[in-house]
């Protein structure tokens, strides 16, 4: 059975705020976290998150920290998530995400932070 915590309890991250860290709209950041946008609604109110949520939660807010180390501001982090990238066959960070592949999105950020291009 897996854990089962309260977002506005001792999990203790605010949803909203790291989606505005990465300049996502909630139905963009419910895709990110594999939630409904209904379940990070319920979550505003102290409603509970199991544990694999609380995870990609908790990496999202990785993500938007690594990011932030990127670009310069949230506007240049929502349009690298949301730009077709030629690094992933054309597709967005975004949906590479969405299809289970944000160790390719960490590579990607390793490169631009290393300032190597592969």
């Not at 409603?47 to 310069?72: C, M, P």
């Not at 949230?74 to 730009?83: M, N, P």
Request: hydrophobic share 40%; glycine share 10%; no cysteine.
């Amino acid at each position: 059975m897996e854990t089962m915590i309260g977002a506005g309890t001792s999990f203790g991250f605010d949803l909203s705020a790291i989606r505005r860290r990465l300049g996502l709209t909630q139905a963009e950041f419910a895709k990110l976290v594999g939630l409904s946008e209904r379940s990070i609604a319920g979550s505003a109110t102290g409603a509970e998150l199991n544990a694999n949520s609380q995870r990609r939660i908790i990496e999202a807010d990785r993500l938007a920290t690594e990011l932030e180390g990127v670009f310069r501001n949230v506007s240049g982090i929502s349009k690298w998530l949301s730009s077709a990238n030629p690094g992933f066959e054309q597709l967005t960070p975004l949906a590479v995400i969405e299809r289970g592949e944000i160790d390719r999105v960490w590579r990607a950020l390793y490169f631009l932070q290393s300032g190597s291009p592969n």
